[in-house]
């Protein structure tokens, strides 16, 4: 029996809840010694010392970040991002020269144009470069026994994922930029960044990933962070392939071709996204 304006305030409320509870979680610090070990321990076995992780992490950009750019440029997403792929692979490697042992990356010594820089400082400061998968799982075993093995294990990977952000997002720039303007090619390699390669601090984690929430979630979910961006990926895609806009149904429905087919491509039938689900079902 509520009124209009009833019904929108009570909207407006819950809108309000929803991301004050996420936060709040987020803030919540939870002590799990024995989960932080296990976890590192897990981290270590399954991918710290797998040459096959790695591979993954490399592959990564080609089948799902240049896939989404191809279906907004085309064929100039793939030559835009090994071009990209070089120029940030110098820029990362001229950094760990100069600073090998304190792993920090800079932008301004690489020879990267002035407009570049600014655009990947704001990324950063968007924490779509910093806060890679590798770095949340490293960062569990955070003063255990296995912390400093983890965080040398880690490296190499971590590495690999800033250089595929760096040049995702440089592709990405490049891409829209002329187009559209600077401002308008950041946002679109933000989105791009976060679409693709995914924001895995914990404030945007999922609310039953946060600390605290679900028992024993830091070993439930330890590698489910990117299985949750896929799917958020996935259901983005078909909700725009629903929608009114043809510019943005047709961008949307040659993302997810692109992808199945990259998918495929790499791992086969069972390699494409959901089977794995089925065939746990199927079982």
Same mark, same amino acid.
């Given at each position: 029996?509520?009124?209009?304006?009833?019904?929108?305030?009570?909207?407006?409320?819950?809108?309000?809840?929803?991301?004050?509870?996420?936060?709040?979680?987020?803030?919540?610090?939870?002590?799990?010694?024995?989960?932080?070990?296990?976890?590192?321990?897990?981290?270590?076995?399954?991918?710290?010392?797998?040459?096959?992780?790695?591979i993954a992490n490399l592959l990564q950009p080609f089948t799902v970040s240049v896939p989404m750019m191809a279906a907004r440029f085309g064929t100039r997403a793939a030559t835009a991002? =090994?071009?990209? *792929?070089?120029?940030?692979?110098?820029?990362?490697? %001229?950094? #760990?020269?100069?600073?090998?042992?304190r792993g920090e990356i800079r932008f301004d010594n690489g020879g990267l144009p002035e407009d570049v820089v600014k655009m990947l400082k704001e990324m950063l400061r968007q924490r779509l470069l910093s806060v890679t998968l590798v770095a949340d799982l490293a960062r569990t075993a955070d003063g255990q026994p296995t912390s400093k093995f983890t965080s040398l294990m880690a490296?190499?990977?971590?590495?690999?994922?800033?250089?595929?952000r760096m040049s995702t997002a440089l592709a990405a720039y490049r891409l829209?930029?002329?187009?559209?303007?600077?401002?308008?090619?950041?946002?679109?390699?933000?989105?791009?960044?976060?679409?693709?390669?995914?924001?895995?601090?914990?404030?945007? =984690?999922?609310? *039953?990933?946060?600390?605290?929430?679900?028992?024993? %979630?830091? #070993?439930?979910?330890?590698?489910?962070?990117?299985?949750?961006?896929?799917?958020?990926?996935?259901?983005?895609?078909?909700?725009?392939m629903a929608g009114k806009d043809p510019v943005a149904k047709r961008e949307a429905r040659n993302a997810v071709l692109g992808l199945l087919t990259t998918h495929a491509a790499i791992a086969g039938v069972l390699g494409l996204p959901g089977v794995g689900a089925l065939m746990a079902l199927t079982n």
């Open positions: 029996h509520l009124d209009a304006q009833q019904k929108t305030n009570v909207d407006l409320q819950e809108g309000h809840n929803e991301p004050a509870r996420r936060h709040a979680a987020a803030l919540r610090y939870v002590d799990t010694p024995v989960q932080d070990t296990l976890a590192a321990a897990t981290y270590v076995y399954k991918l710290g010392v797998s040459p096959g992780y790695l991002f =090994a071009s990209a *792929w070089g120029e940030t692979a110098r820029s990362v490697q %001229n950094s #760990l020269k100069e600073n090998l042992r490296k190499p990977s971590h590495f690999v994922e800033v250089t595929n829209e930029r002329p187009k559209r303007g600077h401002d308008a090619a950041v946002q679109y390699a933000q989105r791009v960044l976060a679409d693709t390669h995914f924001d895995y601090s914990v404030e945007n =984690a999922p609310y *039953w990933m946060k600390p605290g929430v679900l028992p024993l %979630n830091k #070993l439930i979910f330890q590698i489910k962070k990117y299985q949750a961006g896929m799917v958020s990926l996935f259901v983005k895609s078909a909700a725009a």
